[in-house]
C-alpha cells in the first residue's frame, strides 16, 4: 500500500486542506510571492485613497480662496500670509520695474515657443516690491533679452491671482541654478522662484508672485491668462478600487488554482 505524509481530501475540512497545502513545500514559495503581490496591491489601493483625501482637502482650499472677495494689495495687506491665499483674486496698484525683469522659460501658446515675463512691481504707497507675471511673449528677443517692446510705463493696476512661489517640478529634478555672490543676475527661469529671484534683486519681494488676468480691451503682447484648475477629485478612486479588486482576485483565485491542481 502506497503510504502518503498528507491526508486525502475526505479525511481533513476543504478549508484546512487548503491551507496544508499553500504552505507545503511545493507550494510556499508560490503562496509567499502571491502573499506578497496581494499586499503591494492593497497598499497601493490605501495609497489611492490618500491621494484622494489630498486632493479633496487641496480642491476645499481653492474653493475657499477662489469665492473669497478680491484682495487689494496695500497697507496692511501686504503683512498678511499670502502663501496661504494661492488663487485667490487680487488687486494691486503701482509702478513696473523693467531693469529687473526676468523670465519664464519654455513657454507656449498656441503651439508657439515663448517666455512669460516676470516683472517687479512697486506698489504704490509702499517701498514694496511683488513680481507680476505680465503674460507671454514670442520667442523673438529671445537671444538677446530685450523686452522693451512690451513696457508698460507709468503707474498701472493688476488684477490677476496670487500665486505660490515654486522652487522644483512637480516631476523629475530639473531646478534653476543659484547665482553666485558678484554673478551677473540670471535673466531666465525655468520656475517662478520667487526666493531665488528676490536674492539678486537689490530690494526684497514678497513670497507670492501675481499672475495677471485678461482684459476684454487688452489685445496685445504680453498675452495673459490665468491658470486652468481642476476641481474635479481625479481617478484616484476608480484606481483605488481596481488595486483592491485585483488584491482580491488573487488572494481568492490563487487557492482555487492550487486546489484544483492537488486534486487533479
Known amino acids: 500500500m502506497r503510504m502518503s505524509s498528507w491526508p486525502e481530501v475526505s479525511a481533513v475540512p476543504q478549508t484546512t486542506f487548503i491551507l496544508l497545502?499553500?504552505?507545503?513545500?511545493?507550494?510556499?514559495?508560490?503562496?509567499?510571492?502571491?502573499?506578497?503581490?496581494?499586499?503591494?496591491?492593497?497598499?497601493?489601493?490605501?495609497?489611492?485613497?490618500?491621494?484622494?483625501?489630498?486632493?479633496?482637502?487641496?480642491?476645499?482650499?481653492?474653493?475657499?480662496?477662489?469665492?473669497?472677495p478680491a484682495l487689494t494689495l496695500q497697507g496692511t495687506a501686504l503683512d498678511l500670509d499670502l502663501a496661504a491665499m494661492e488663487y485667490r483674486a487680487v488687486i494691486v496698484r503701482g509702478v513696473y520695474d523693467f531693469s529687473h525683469q526676468v523670465a519664464l522659460r519654455n513657454q507656449v501658446w498656441g503651439n508657439q515657443?515663448?517666455?512669460?515675463?516676470?516683472?517687479?512691481?512697486?506698489?504704490?504707497?509702499?517701498?514694496?516690491?511683488?513680481l507680476v507675471d505680465r503674460g507671454w511673449v514670442p520667442l523673438q528677443g529671445y537671444t538677446?533679452?530685450?523686452?522693451?517692446?512690451?513696457?508698460?510705463?507709468?503707474?498701472?493696476?493688476?488684477?490677476?491671482?496670487?500665486?505660490?512661489?515654486?522652487?522644483?517640478?512637480?516631476?523629475?529634478?530639473?531646478?534653476?541654478?543659484?547665482?553666485?555672490?558678484?554673478?551677473?543676475?540670471?535673466?531666465?527661469?525655468?520656475?517662478?522662484?520667487?526666493?531665488?529671484?528676490a536674492a539678486q534683486m537689490p530690494y526684497p519681494l514678497l513670497p507670492i508672485y501675481i499672475q495677471q488676468a485678461d482684459e476684454p480691451t487688452h489685445t496685445t503682447l504680453p498675452y495673459r491668462s490665468l491658470p486652468q484648475l481642476d476641481l474635479s477629485e481625479g481617478p484616484h478612486l476608480s484606481y483605488a478600487i481596481q488595486w483592491f479588486t485585483f488584491s482580491v482576485m488573487l488572494l481568492l483565485g490563487y487557492p482555487l488554482y492550487v486546489y484544483k491542481r492537488e486534486r487533479r
Open 21 to 68: 497545502r499553500l504552505f507545503s513545500r511545493r507550494w510556499l514559495l508560490a503562496t509567499l510571492l502571491v502573499l506578497l503581490a496581494a499586499g503591494v496591491m492593497a497598499r497601493l489601493g490605501v495609497w489611492q485613497l490618500d491621494r484622494l483625501a489630498q486632493r479633496r482637502a487641496f480642491n476645499a482650499r481653492l474653493l475657499a480662496q477662489i469665492n473669497q
Open 113 to 130: 515657443p515663448g517666455v512669460r515675463l516676470l516683472t517687479p512691481l512697486r506698489i504704490e504707497g509702499s517701498q514694496r516690491y511683488v
Open 144 to 197: 538677446d533679452l530685450d523686452w522693451t517692446a512690451y513696457d508698460e510705463p507709468g503707474l498701472v493696476e493688476v488684477r490677476g491671482v496670487i500665486r505660490a512661489s515654486q522652487s522644483k517640478p512637480d516631476f523629475g529634478r530639473r531646478s534653476d541654478p543659484t547665482p553666485a555672490p558678484g554673478q551677473a543676475p540670471l535673466r531666465l527661469w525655468f520656475f517662478a522662484n520667487v526666493e531665488a529671484i
